[in-house]
Structure formats: structure tokens, C-alpha cells
């Protein structure tokens, strides 16, 4: 959920650069704007590094020798089914999402020929929906369970 929420304002952030200039003060140096406006996000990074600890389920497991030495290694000799479970379930997500992130801008831009505020002002609004369809899916998960909603979501997208 936060990641969408920082995406969607990062969206936000580029739509607002894409209407203030024209498309090609834009197209030269003003989708540079909200990366350089970006930079103080590393220092709340370093901030989060420095001040938060460790789970104590990991602090635990690391104290009780359940940290494996060789994780990937155990990876493809313990765990392989579960990767690619695992996989296929991150594909699930990623795929449309970065589709929607990504492509869908250069999509409407470049091969449909809307202007990129008007791509950006779209691409912002649709994150705004997927936010919200975050909090959804999570409250239909807890409410029927993880493996329905992913079955039902994963169909659906295989629909679409």
C-alpha cells in the first residue's frame, strides 16, 4: 500500500510539472523536476536505516541459529515449489501494476497521441483507484481468505 502511495504521488508530482510546462520544456528538462524534488526521500531513508531496529522474530531467530548460511543454495534444494508459488504470485501483481505504472504513459503519449499532462493526469487518477483497491482486496482478504481473493483476482486479470 505505501509503495502505490508513493507512486501515486510521485504521479501527482509529474502531472503537476507536465501542466505548468509546455510539452517540450517538459519533454527537455521537466520530468527531471520530481526526481531532484525526490532526493529528500533519501534522507528519510537513511533516517528509517539509523532509528529502526530489527523484528524480534528476526533478532530470535538470529540468535537461535535459524539464519540460514546458504539461502539460496536451500532456496533450490528445500524450497523450490514455494518459490515458484511465490513467483507466480509476485508476476501477478507486478505485471499489471507496472504495465499501468510504466506503459500505460508512453502507451497514451506516444502511440494514442494524448498530450503527456493529459496521459499523467489519467495514469494519476487510475493509481488512485488502485490505492483504493488495495484496501479492498485486503478487507475482502480478511474476510474470505487469501487464497479465494487471489484466485478470483488472478482470473479476473487473466479476463482483462
Known amino acids: 500500500f505505501s509503495m502505490c502511495v508513493g507512486i501515486l504521488v510521485g504521479s501527482a508530482a509529474a502531472t503537476l510539472v507536465a501542466k505548468v510546462f509546455s510539452p517540450e520544456d517538459f519533454e527537455s528538462f521537466g520530468w527531471r523536476l520530481p ?11 537513511f533516517y528509517i536505516k539509523k532509528n529502526v531496529h530489527e523484528s524480534p522474530h528476526f533478532v530470535k531467530a538470529k540468535t537461535d541459529g535459524h539464519i540460514s548460511q546458504k539461502p539460496v543454495i536451500e532456496l533450490f534444494t528445500k524450497n523450490l515449489k514455494e518459490f515458484f508459488i511465490g513467483s507466480g504470485l509476485y508476476l501477478s501483481v507486478c505485471v499489471p501494476f507496472f504495465t499501468l505504472v510504466v506503459f500505460m504513459n508512453n502507451f497514451m503519449s506516444k502511440i494514442i497521441g494524448k498530450e503527456i499532462k493529459d496521459a499523467l493526469l489519467i495514469n494519476t487518477i487510475a493509481m488512485i483507484f488502485l490505492t483504493l483497491f488495495i484496501l479492498v482486496g485486503g478487507h475482502l482478504s480478511d474476510k474470505y481468505g487469501r487464497k479465494p481473493v487471489l484466485t478470483v483476482s488472478a482470473i479476473l486479470l487473466l479476463l482483462c
Open 35 to 45: 526526481f531532484i524534488a525526490g532526493i529528500a526521500i533519501v534522507f528519510v531513508g
